[in-house]
């Protein structure tokens, strides 16, 4: 199914005494051309993020500080990644629902994104998600 397509991707990591450099390439290290970038911070325990999938977005989240927990669910099958390095990130495919959760004190989530926001791409409905997922089964 379409969760097979999300993963971990390592990124280039240039180590130096004075400190870390890691750097990200639309098209070389990660699979599109990046439309958007935002990210989370402040989030208060025990709160989740997330909870909706997109329809042709593609994303590709990074802990730039901090942990949390990211929960994938293609409609048949749910898999939780736990995000903790600055230097690798998780690839989001297209139709995938997803939860952050589980967020450490002082956490920034980085989200880079293959279009701009559009409200139209959003599927915020768990049920109806899951039906649309059922539907292009045989798409995936």
């Known amino acids: 199914m379409n969760l097979s397509k999300c993963k971990i991707i390592n990124l280039p990591k240039i ?8 750097f990200i ?7 599109f051309e990046i439309k958007r970038v935002y990210y989370l911070y402040d989030v208060p325990g025990g709160e989740t993020r997330g909870g ?6 593609q994303q590709f989240i990074i802990a730039a500080s901090g942990s949390f927990d990211v929960i994938f669910d ?3 099958e749910r898999k939780r990644f736990h995000l903790n390095r600055s230097y690798y990130g998780l690839y989001v495919a297209p139709m ?13 989530c980085l989200v880079l994104a293959s ?15 899951k039906k649309m997922a059922k539907g292009n089964e045989k798409k995936f």
């Open 15 to 22: 180590t130096d005494r004075k400190g870390n450099l890691t």
């Open 25 to 31: 390439e639309e098209n070389r290290h990660i699979p």
């Open 52 to 57: 909706h999938a997109h329809k042709r977005l």
């Open 74 to 76: 293609d409609g048949f």
């Open 96 to 108: 995938i629902w997803r939860e952050l959760n589980n967020f450490s004190s002082g956490s920034v």
């Open 115 to 129: 279009d701009f926001y559009d409200e139209d791409d959003y599927i915020r409905d768990y049920e109806t998600f």
